[in-house]
T-cell receptor, first 111, second 114 residues
Framework: QKEVEQDPGPLSVPEGAIVSLNCTYS??????FMWYRQYSRKGPELLMY????GNKEDGRFTAQVDKSSKYISLFIRDSQPSDSATYLC???????????FGRGTSLIVHP | EAGVAQSPRYKIIEKRQSVAFWCNPISGHATLYWYQQILGQGPKLLIQ????????DSQLPKDRFSAERLKGVDSTLKIQPAKLEDSAVYLC????????????FGEGSRLTVL
């Protein structure tokens, strides 16, 4: 079992849809839960992060962590074609700044 | 603020040849990372530098890969000899200490080994 699992997709949705991207993990020592967005032929960029369990909202994006079930979610409201990218979940422990990347979920938002 | 610079963007070589990639991190970022991203997979850490010292190179295939960061700024990653399975994007990232530990990535160097 990999430490971080993500469905690779692709997930195809119409513009304006609510998108749910998910990740599971096995390491209970993870404390920071990062989401990186990677456009085609570009490097990943940090989208948002949460610390420990709970929700965090940033504009159209909401990150949610449930440590009891080791489940991480990213919700995108009113999705736009510009959201089309690969979304990588990347949790890390408190003692290391090195995240463990999932394989990413490819999202396609069509007009 | 200038981002992480990498070169070359694309490289095609024959197996058993050698290749080198260069990275210039964001000014002031003490930590530098090299990642390998194979198509359809997430980035995999190869090596982490803190200033010019190696912090973690446990996943670097040392029989063929080498990396250095002279003077604690620029870094080079070398592969010699290359194998078909080395075809991937090589990403350089840098970060500062503290906070969530955001990694700032370059656009990557895409290697194709024929």
């Amino acid at each position: 079992q990999k430490e971080v699992e993500q469905d690779p997709g692709p997930l195809s949705v119409p513009e304006g849809a609510i998108v749910s991207l998910n990740c599971t993990y096995s390491n209970s020592a993870f404390q920071y839960f990062m989401w990186y967005r990677q456009y085609s032929r570009k490097g990943p960029e940090l989208l948002m992060y949460t610390y420990s369990s709970g929700n965090k909202e940033d504009g159209r994006f909401t990150a949610q962590v449930d440590k009891s079930s080791k489940y991480i979610s990213l919700f995108i409201r009113d999705s736009q074609p510009s959201d089309s990218a690969t979304y990588l979940c990347a949790p890390r422990t408190g003692g290391s700044y090195i995240p463990t990347f999932g394989r990413g979920t490819s999202l396609i938002v069509h007009p | 603020e200038a981002g992480v610079a990498q070169s070359p963007r694309y490289k095609i070589i024959e197996k058993r040849q050698s290749v080198a990639f260069w990275c210039n991190p964001i000014s002031g970022h003490a930590t530098l990372y090299w990642y390998q991203q194979i198509l359809g997979q997430g980035p995999k850490l190869l090596i982490q530098f803190q200033n010019n010292g190696v912090v973690d190179d446990s996943q670097l295939p040392k029989d063929r890969f080498s990396a250095e960061r002279l003077k604690g700024v620029d870094s080079t990653l070398k592969i010699q000899p290359a194998k078909l399975e080395d075809s991937a994007v090589y990403l350089c990232a840098s970060s500062i200490s503290g906070g969530p530990g955001e990694l700032f990535f370059g656009e990557g160097s895409r290697l194709t080994v024929l």
